[in-house]
C-alpha cells in the first residue's frame, strides 16, 4: 500500500511540474515584447455635414462615417508623384457607389488615428470649384484614381498635406514589403460562351474564368510598355493558336496578382464584326510572332497602363521600352 500511495504521489508531482513548466513558458511567451503594428492609411467618409461645413470645423472634430471606405491594403500600385493610385476591384467597387452631389462629397485621410487633411469627391458634371484637395469619382472599372490639389483664388501651397511624411511611408513600406517579383500577369479565357459583346454588360468580377491561365508573364520573354507588344515562348504561342476564335471574338481577362484589371477579346482578321474593347488577333503564323494588345477605339482609361501590370513586368526584367 506504501508504494503504491508512492507513486500515486509521485506521478501527482510530475504532472504537477509539467503544468508549472507549461505556465512558466505561455508567461515567458507573454512577457516577449510585441513590434510596432504597421501603420495604415486610411479614407473615412465624413458623416452628416456638407464639405463646405467640414472645411470651416477643426479637421478632429469632423464627424466621420465607423467604417472606412478603403485603406492602404487596398492599394495596389501608388505614384508618389502624381498622387495617382490603383485600387483592388472589391474597393474601387466601393468608391464607384457612393453618391457624390454637385458640391461634392467630403472625406478625411488618416494614417492610424492623425487625421491629416480633408478633401472630397467630386462630380465631373459639377460648375462649382473646390478650394482643396479633391479625387475625381471613377466611372469605370479598373480605373486609375488621382488625388488632385486645386487652389482658387490660385496660389502658392506652402505645405502639400499629400506629402505627408507619414503617408508617404506607409505606402513606400507597403510596397517595399509587398514586391512585385512573386506576382505574375495571368491571362485568362472564359469557362463560359459569352462573346466579346456580352462583356460591356457583365462587371469583371463576375466573370468565371478557366482554371487554369491561358499564359502567364513566365510565358512572355519581352513586354514594349508603349505598344504593349509582346513575344511568346513557343510552348505559349502554341496555346494561344490552338485556342478557337469565332467572329464575335474570344473573350479573356488579365489578371494581376490576384486581382483582375480589365478583360478583351481575341480577335479574327477575316471578322466584319465591330467591337470597341482591347483585342489581341489572332495569329495564324506558325512560328511565334510578336502580338499587340490593342483597343479598337480610343481610351479615355488605358487600363493597359495599369501601374502593377508594368511593375510586374519590370520586376520580372520583361518590359522594354521602345515597343517591339
Same mark, same amino acid.
Given at each position: 500500500?506504501?508504494?503504491?500511495?508512492?507513486?500515486?504521489?509521485?506521478?501527482?508531482?510530475?504532472?504537477?511540474?509539467?503544468?508549472?513548466?507549461?505556465?512558466?513558458?505561455?508567461?515567458?511567451?507573454?512577457?516577449?515584447?510585441?513590434?510596432?503594428?504597421?501603420?495604415?492609411?486610411?479614407?473615412?467618409?465624413?458623416?452628416?455635414?456638407?464639405?463646405?461645413?467640414?472645411? &470651416?470645423?477643426?479637421?478632429? *472634430? !469632423? /464627424?466621420?462615417? $465607423?467604417? =472606412?471606405?478603403?485603406? +492602404?491594403? %487596398?492599394?495596389?500600385?501608388?505614384?508618389?508623384?502624381?498622387?495617382?493610385?490603383?485600387?483592388?476591384?472589391?474597393?474601387?467597387? &466601393?468608391?464607384?457607389?457612393? *453618391? !457624390? /452631389?454637385?458640391? $461634392?462629397? =467630403?472625406?478625411?485621410? +488618416?494614417? %492610424?488615428?492623425?487625421?491629416?487633411?480633408?478633401?472630397?469627391?467630386?462630380?465631373?458634371?459639377?460648375?462649382?470649384?473646390?478650394?482643396?484637395?479633391?479625387?475625381?469619382?471613377?466611372?469605370?472599372? $479598373?480605373?486609375?484614381?488621382?488625388?488632385?490639389?486645386?487652389?482658387?483664388?490660385?496660389?502658392?501651397?506652402?505645405?502639400?498635406?499629400?506629402?505627408?511624411?507619414?503617408?508617404?511611408?506607409?505606402?513606400?513600406?507597403?510596397?517595399?514589403?509587398?514586391?512585385?517579383?512573386?506576382?505574375?500577369?495571368?491571362?485568362?479565357?472564359?469557362?463560359?460562351?459569352?462573346?466579346?459583346?456580352?462583356?460591356?454588360?457583365?462587371?469583371?468580377?463576375?466573370?468565371?474564368?478557366?482554371?487554369?491561365?491561358?499564359?502567364?508573364?513566365?510565358?512572355?520573354?519581352?513586354?514594349?510598355?508603349?505598344?504593349?507588344?509582346?513575344?511568346?515562348?513557343?510552348?505559349?504561342?502554341?496555346?494561344?493558336?490552338?485556342?478557337?476564335?469565332?467572329?464575335?471574338?474570344?473573350?479573356?481577362?488579365?489578371?494581376?496578382?490576384?486581382?483582375?484589371?480589365?478583360?478583351?477579346?481575341?480577335?479574327?482578321?477575316?471578322?466584319?464584326?465591330?467591337?470597341?474593347?482591347?483585342?489581341?488577333?489572332?495569329?495564324?503564323?506558325?512560328?511565334?510572332?510578336?502580338?499587340?494588345?490593342?483597343?479598337?477605339?480610343?481610351?479615355?482609361?488605358?487600363?493597359?497602363?495599369?501601374?502593377?501590370?508594368?511593375?510586374?513586368?519590370?520586376?520580372?526584367?520583361?518590359?522594354?521600352?521602345?515597343?517591339?
Amino acid at each position: 500500500m506504501v508504494t503504491s500511495f508512492d507513486s500515486m504521489v509521485n506521478k501527482l508531482i510530475s504532472i504537477g511540474l509539467i503544468l508549472f513548466q507549461a505556465l512558466c513558458l505561455n508567461a515567458a511567451e507573454q512577457s516577449i515584447k510585441v513590434g510596432p503594428a504597421k501603420k495604415k492609411m486610411r479614407l473615412h467618409l465624413v458623416d452628416s455635414v456638407s464639405a463646405s461645413t467640414a472645411k &470651416k470645423m477643426n479637421l478632429d *472634430d !469632423v /464627424p466621420l462615417q $465607423g467604417t =472606412p471606405l478603403f485603406t +492602404s491594403d %487596398d492599394i495596389v500600385a501608388y505614384d508618389r508623384s502624381s498622387h495617382s493610385f490603383t485600387l483592388t476591384n472589391e474597393a474601387l467597387e &466601393k468608391v464607384c457607389r457612393i *453618391d !457624390v /452631389p454637385m458640391w $461634392g462629397r =467630403p472625406f478625411v485621410v +488618416s494614417v %492610424d488615428d492623425r487625421r491629416v487633411y480633408l478633401g472630397v469627391f467630386w462630380s465631373i458634371l459639377s460648375s462649382y470649384i473646390w478650394d482643396g484637395i479633391s479625387i475625381t469619382r471613377p466611372w469605370e472599372q $479598373g480605373q486609375n484614381l488621382e488625388i488632385g490639389l486645386t487652389l482658387w483664388p490660385p496660389r502658392e501651397v506652402k505645405q502639400d498635406p499629400r506629402n505627408d511624411p507619414e503617408i508617404l511611408e506607409v505606402m513606400r513600406s507597403r510596397f517595399t514589403e509587398s514586391t512585385s517579383s512573386d506576382k505574375k500577369v495571368c491571362l485568362y479565357l472564359l469557362e463560359s460562351t459569352l462573346t466579346a459583346y456580352d462583356l460591356d454588360s457583365v462587371s469583371i468580377t463576375n466573370l468565371v474564368l478557366e482554371a487554369q491561365p491561358l499564359f502567364t508573364s513566365d510565358d512572355v520573354i519581352r513586354y514594349g510598355t508603349n505598344s504593349h507588344s509582346f513575344l511568346l515562348t513557343e510552348e505559349a504561342y502554341r496555346r494561344v493558336r490552338a485556342v478557337h476564335v469565332p467572329v464575335e471574338g474570344k473573350p479573356f481577362v488579365v489578371v494581376a496578382g490576384d486581382r483582375r484589371v480589365y478583360f478583351g477579346a481575341f480577335w479574327s482578321p477575316v471578322s466584319s464584326h465591330v467591337w470597341r474593347g482591347i483585342t489581341i488577333m489572332d495569329p495564324w503564323e506558325t512560328e511565334p510572332i510578336v502580338l499587340q494588345i490593342l483597343p479598337q477605339s480610343p481610351l479615355t482609361n488605358d487600363l493597359r497602363n495599369d501601374p502593377e501590370i508594368l511593375r510586374i513586368m519590370e520586376a520580372r526584367n520583361k518590359a522594354i521600352q521602345n515597343g517591339k
